[in-house]
T-cell receptor, first 117, second 115 residues
Framework: GNSVTQMEGPVTLSEEAFLTINCTYTATGYPSLFWYVQYPGEGLQLLLKATKADDKGSNKGFEATYRKETTSFHLEKGSVQVSDSAVYFCALSMRGAGGTSYGKLTFGQGTILTVHP | NAGVTQTPKFRILKIGQSMTLQCTQDMNHNYMYWYRQDPGMGLKLIYYSVGAGITDKGEVPNGYNVSRSTTEDFPLRLELAAPSQTSVYFC??????????????FGPGTRLTVL
């Protein structure tokens, strides 16, 4: 079956530090890849996505590139802020025959990020 | 728009009790989903629906039932609650865009404890 593996957490950084959260996937076929973020006490919200190989998703200073050859979708940010403290989830969804996507997401276990001033 | 709303926010059940978790969205999305999030784990799909009257099982459907009588509502029913169903439950909805994987919008979650 399909699966997503994220780097072990939690991750603790000082403000303005560089962030990398690793994500690798296993899938039969070519998935769409997502990063969702969960702020304390809230539901998940989409941070960025990429739907085909070599696509780069970006939003709010975060970036991730869909690497088919290494089956990876690592999340990066050049300079984190205290407000980036949250749980980050990597996820994938598959398309069925004919390109239809039911949008069923398979999630990694999540990485807790804490940024100190 | 309120987006996706869930009730209740918190609930404690005794083993063997039943309850319904409510989920409503006001974005006219056809697709809706129920996930559960166990501590230190990612979310797992319980059930999903592609439109009113159409539902299907996800990865972990045992012990749950769903119905979808309207576009807006997608309640999740727990029968005979067990400690293994202690979790945080998230409802989500999605607009269907041809040829694209669109964003899922999540509710704030229901934290359920079964004792």
């Amino acid at each position: 079956g399909n699966s997503v593996t994220q780097m072990e957490g939690p991750v603790t950084l000082s403000e303005e530090a560089f962030l990398t959260i690793n994500c690798t996937y296993t899938a039969t076929g070519y998935p769409s890849l997502f990063w969702y973020v969960q702020y304390p006490g809230e539901g998940l919200q989409l941070l960025l996505k990429a739907t085909k190989a070599d696509d780069k998703g970006s939003n709010k200073g975060f970036e991730a590139t869909y690497r088919k050859e290494t089956t990876s979708f690592h999340l990066e940010k050049g300079s984190v802020q205290v407000s980036d403290s949250a749980v980050y989830f990597c996820a994938l969804s598959m398309r069925g025959a004919g390109g239809t996507s039911y949008g069923k997401l398979t999630f990694g276990q999540g990485t807790i990020l804490t940024v100190h001033p | 728009n309120a987006g996706v709303t869930q009730t209740p926010k918190f609930r404690i059940l005794k083993i063997g009790q039943s309850m319904t978790l409510q989920c409503t969205q006001d974005m006219n999305h056809n697709y809706m989903y129920w996930y559960r999030q166990d501590p230190g784990m990612g979310l797992k799909l319980i059930y999903y629906s592609v439109g009113a009257g159409i539902t299907d099982k996800g990865e972990v459907p045992n012990g749950y039932n769903v119905s979808r009588s309207t576009t807006e509502d997608f309640p999740l029913r727990l029968e005979l609650a067990a400690p293994s169903q202690t979790s945080v439950y998230f409802c989500a909805s999605r607009e269907v865009l041809a040829g694209a994987d669109s964003e899922q919008f999540f509710g704030p979650g229901t934290r359920l404890t079964v004792l």
